[in-house]
């Protein structure tokens, strides 16, 4: 899937609300909204 070729961010702060999602993760749910 395109999503799951994106470079990750290098940012893990929960608080920055910028963690990363899994790009087939991510591509699965925007097919079922």
């Known amino acids: ?3 799951s070729g994106l470079a ?3 940012c893990d702060s ?3 609300e ?3 999602t899994d790009g087939d993760l ?3 749910w925007l097919a079922d909204i």
Do not use: D
């Open 26 to 28: 991510a591509a699965r």
């Open 1 to 3: 899937m395109l999503l």
């Open 8 to 10: 990750s961010h290098t």
């Open 18 to 20: 910028q963690y990363t």
């Open 14 to 16: 929960v608080e920055l």
